[in-house]
């Protein structure tokens, strides 16, 4: 049978954690066809029908797609189900709000947050904050998976020729209602998805010293978290915060300025593929998950950082 | 109005979780166990709706071993009225949580029913989602604001690429961010009293949930360790190390 992949787009374009799902699905089976639900998305249908592992685009139109909710698009995707294996989308706060309301509709036992597909129904996926990672066979006969994106390759963007068939929705539910969506105003990339991030601790003594990593982040355009104690001390406002109880982070490096490493702190960042430390305390923890680590003083080391950086002045993007 | 407030025991948070040397979990034995923190303020919310009028009862609720009560209790001690715990052993599934709850839900009748948007020891985050699709009720998954109108709640949500505002009916499901509210201790005072405040205690099984895991746990080991890193000496070093070894900058 054939897996179905719910794409997740903005009606004008796919989010780009899709192309990492497509890989993570065409593992499971290369049968794979996405289903695209909005408003006006055809052009999001045809972007996902050239993406080379897609063998069949479903494209739904309606108003009541517009905004994605969870109420109208679980209905659908059930109606959907009843050909496929696999129902799949990705981990993010998307595929999180939608798959589970699929799941209890179907009956079915979810596996979230996949990190590696060993058999169409064993996957290893992280548990406590990716402090374990446990291997589950889903022994329901209809699958429903969320998959961790930063652990998939993004599938090729071009190369294929899906064929698109449109197919009918479901009735709006009207018990739920969007009202709007304030993204996040910044030149800044996103925490989550973020290649560069750089956090500071409760080392920094103050939010105002803050500027200093700030001042880096714009140079590396990093996005900017926060331990759990510089949070609680009031430095920095908590959607920054990286850790167990914050966001959990995989960026290309991340950097750890006067931050001790406590345990909760290690689970949200410690899966980044280069890290780098500052603390003037060399016993400190987070030198233990350090690729590179500096013992110093942060008030001296981020100015000089900074410095060092404008100087290098080729930084690619 | 009534809210009904789902709570979780786990692992502490501060904990570092040790790995069984067979592969079949995580130990639990001597480890300190705490209320799943987003659950914390999951009841806190509840009891700063009750303070404003706007809800007359908060019953919290537990699903879980013998002990599971204790997060019944803490509850208690913040301000919930009473307590339910339906006995459970081993690993719940969120689905069976969430038919337990279902059931619970039909004879209590809340309005509302609230718990945190995920607990930090499986991650799995589906509870809420799948209680709300079992009883037809809209969603309010990552709440980091809440607002009741009437016979409709505006929820602030906590997503991806920045907050959502979407108003749900009520009856409701939220599940809880942890930028809602700060949670309140208890104070010795109110822990006295939560002693005395009524747990009615069920079995899961009288409640004719079928509680068998349909997820078989094969393996449960530690992640891959990080090669150890090195000391650089001074920043110019950093600087270089991270543009031509690793390549990153």
């Known amino acids: ?317 | 109005m009534k809210i009904l407030v789902a709570v979780k025991r786990v692992i502490d948070y501060n904990v570092q979780i040790r790995v069984k040397e067979d592969g079949t979990g995580i130990v639990t034995e001597n480890v300190k166990m705490s209320t799943n923190p987003p659950d914390d303020n999951a009841i806190e919310e509840a009891v700063k709706i009750k303070e404003t009028g706007k809800a007359t009862e908060v019953v919290a609720i537990t699903i879980g071993e013998e002990k599971a009560q204790e997060t019944v209790r803490k509850a208690l001690a913040v301000g919930a009225d009473r307590g339910i715990h339906v006995k459970a052993e081993g690993i719940v599934e969120p689905l069976v949580v969430a038919k337990i709850l279902q059931k619970i839900v039909d004879k209590e009748k809340p309005d509302l029913v609230f718990m945190g948007k995920q607990a930090i020891d499986d991650d799995c985050n589906q509870t809420g989602q799948m209680l709300a699709a079992l009883l037809n009720w809209p969603q309010a998954t990552f709440a980091s604001k809440i607002g009741i109108k009437d016979k409709v709640l505006e929820v602030v949500r906590e997503v991806d690429e920045g907050l959502e505002t979407i108003e749900v009916v009520i009856p409701a499901i939220v599940t809880c961010d942890l930028r809602l509210n700060e949670p309140r201790y208890a104070s010795l005072p109110n822990i006295m009293k939560a002693k005395k405040k009524p747990i009615e205690q069920l079995n899961a099984s009288d409640l004719g949930v079928d509680t068998k895991s349909r997820i078989e746990q094969i393996k449960v080991e530690e992640p891959p360790k990080r090669k150890s890193g090195i000391k650089v000496a001074n920043v110019a070093e950093l600087v270089q190390k991270l543009k031509n070894e690793a390549k990153v900058i």
């Open chain 1, 1 to 317: 049978m054939s897996v179905l992949l719910i794409a997740e787009h903005n009606n004008k374009e796919l989010r780009p954690f899709t192309f990492n799902a497509v890989t993570a699905a065409s593992k499971i089976d290369s049968d794979l066809h996405v289903l695209v639900a909005g408003h006006n998305c055809a052009d999001v249908a045809k972007a996902v029908s050239e993406i080379s592992l897609v063998k069949k685009v479903l494209q739904v139109e309606a108003e009541h797609y517009e905004n994605f909710l969870p109420e109208n698009f679980a209905t659908l995707v059930v109606k959907v189900s009843k050909n496929y294996s696999h129902i799949i989308s990705s981990a993010n706060t998307f595929g999180k709000n939608l798959m589970p309301r699929v799941s209890a509709l179907l009956n079915i036992s979810q596996v979230s947050d996949i990190i590696k597909v060993i058999s169409p129904d064993t996957f290893v996926r992280p548990i406590y904050a990716g402090n374990a990672f446990a291997t589950v066979k889903s022994t329901d006969e209809k699958k429903c998976i969320t998959i961790r994106p930063t652990s998939f390759d993004a599938a090729p963007t071009s190369g294929g020729s899906a064929t698109i068939e449109k197919i009918d929705g479901t009735e709006a539910s009207n018990i739920s209602k969007f009202v709007k969506r304030e993204e996040v105003k910044s030149d800044r990339p996103e925490l989550g998805t973020a290649r560069i991030v750089i956090s500071g601790g409760r080392g920094m003594q103050s939010g105002d010293n803050f500027k200093l990593i700030t001042a880096i982040a714009d140079k590396l355009k990093a996005a900017i978290g926060a331990s759990r104690a510089a949070v609680d001390a009031g430095y920095i406002t908590n959607d920054h915060q990286v850790g167990q109880t914050g966001k959990v982070v995989v960026p290309d490096l991340y950097i750890a300025v006067g931050i001790s490493g406590a345990i909760q702190h290690l689970a949200g960042m410690k899966e980044s593929k280069v890290i780098v430390a500052i603390n003037k305390d060399g016993e400190a923890p987070i030198f233990s998950v350090a690729d590179y680590g500096l013992e110093a003083d942060l008030f001296e080391a981020l100015p000089q950082f900074l410095e060092e950086l404008n100087k290098l002045n080729t930084i690619q993007k």
